[in-house]
């Protein structure tokens, strides 16, 4: 499992067995940018099973209607790579655009 977050906020609250990536440490601020890195880990590590990306809004910019074409292209690579994505959007419900609301777990 990788983790991703901006900062380092979870590096006592996770397993040993998770890999924690602070994405500061990248100078990655968009969602071009960590559509890339993120193939960058499917293509490299065979063994990645599931990514987790905390704070997703605040590594990449907090316009949510970007969030949609980013979520499709990763569909696809998440696919091929037979690999579980989690993104972690914090907003309200209420501020979600339609396409996403039918395609995510709201919680």
Do not use: W
Request: charged share 20%; net charge negative.
């Amino acid at each position: 499992m990788v983790v991703i977050e901006k900062g380092s906020n979870l590096t006592f609250d996770l397993d040993h067995n998770a890999r924690l990536i602070n994405i500061d440490n990248y100078g990655i601020s968009d969602f071009a940018g960590l559509y890339g890195f993120l193939c960058g880990i499917c293509a490299g590590n065979y063994d990645v099973t599931d990514i987790l990306i905390d704070s997703t809004l605040k590594i990449c910019g907090e316009d949510i209607h970007k969030l949609i074409p980013f979520m499709d292209r990763l569909n696809v690579v998440c696919k091929n790579t037979n690999t579980n994505l989690v993104l972690s959007v914090s907003m309200d419900e209420s501020e979600l655009p339609a396409e996403i609301k039918n395609i995510v777990n709201i919680l």
